[in-house]
């Protein structure tokens, strides 16, 4: 998945503290996604972005923030982390009329 | 309450058989599926895609069929190989690049 590229790949926080997720693509497609997936459960959609400087919410969008100031970049924030987050969270991307492409996903752990 | 619905959280079938892998949804106005797969600390990969408007794609050894009627689809993989193991997740569209996901089935081919 070289053309999408998550940032950090593990990590661990600890209850109230804040971090922020990084999804970088190089495929110069318009659509952004970020998907958390937790155990027998299906990827659901936190926010995504459908261009530059535009972002709206998806399924589960409590608890996170997210912002897309640049086409490349898409990040996800959350302010104050708790347990119920700890997850594998995905970031896609999708050009025109394409699937959705992912990358490898980042395993965040709140304990 | 699950729009799209994987029932087997596991499969196992014997190399050089057929895989069938089933997914329903209850969402009539989902009109593109896609078939997506996963190996272990990786990102899903897209496999193979029908629009409502068919009832059969294939792609080589996969074929997916759609029964609009039953609101059931269902995904062939013919002849099944080892590098086939994996989870596979099934996804529908609504027309608004949002997709719903199933849970998954885990394949296993055994050699």
């Known amino acids: 998945n070289a053309g999408v590229t998550q940032t950090p790949k593990f990590r661990v926080l600890k209850t109230g503290q804040s971090m922020t997720l990084l999804c970088a693509q190089d495929?110069?497609?318009?659509?952004m996604y970020w998907y958390r997936q937790d155990p027998g459960m299906g990827l659901r959609l936190i926010h995504y972005s459908v261009g530059e400087g535009t972002t709206a919410k998806g399924e589960v969008p409590d608890g996170y923030n997210v912002s897309r100031l640049k086409k490349q970049n898409f990040l996800l924030g959350l302010e104050s982390a708790a347990p119920s987050q700890t997850s594998v969270y995905f970031c896609?991307?999708?050009?025109?009329?394409?699937?959705?492409?992912f990358g490898d996903g980042t395993r965040l752990s709140i304990l | 309450d699950q729009q799209v619905k994987q029932n087997s959280p596991s499969l196992s079938v014997q190399e050089g058989r057929i895989s069938i892998l089933n997914c329903d949804y209850t969402?009539?106005?989902?009109?593109?599926f896609l078939w997506y797969k996963k190996y272990p600390a990786e990102g899903p990969t897209f496999l193979i895609s029908i629009s409502s408007i068919k009832d059969k794609n294939e792609d080589g050894r996969f074929t997916v069929f759609l029964n609009k009627s039953a609101k059931h689809l269902s995904l062939h993989i013919v002849p099944s190989q080892p590098g086939d193991s994996a989870v596979y997740f099934c996804?529908?569209?609504?027309?608004?690049?949002?997709?719903?996901w199933g849970a998954g089935t885990k394949l296993i081919i055994k050699p």
């Open positions: 996804a529908a569209s609504g027309g608004n690049y949002q997709l719903i």
């Open positions: 495929m110069n497609h318009e659509y």
């Open positions: 896609a991307t999708q050009g025109y009329n394409q699937p959705q492409h």
């Open positions: 969402n009539s106005m989902f009109d593109y």
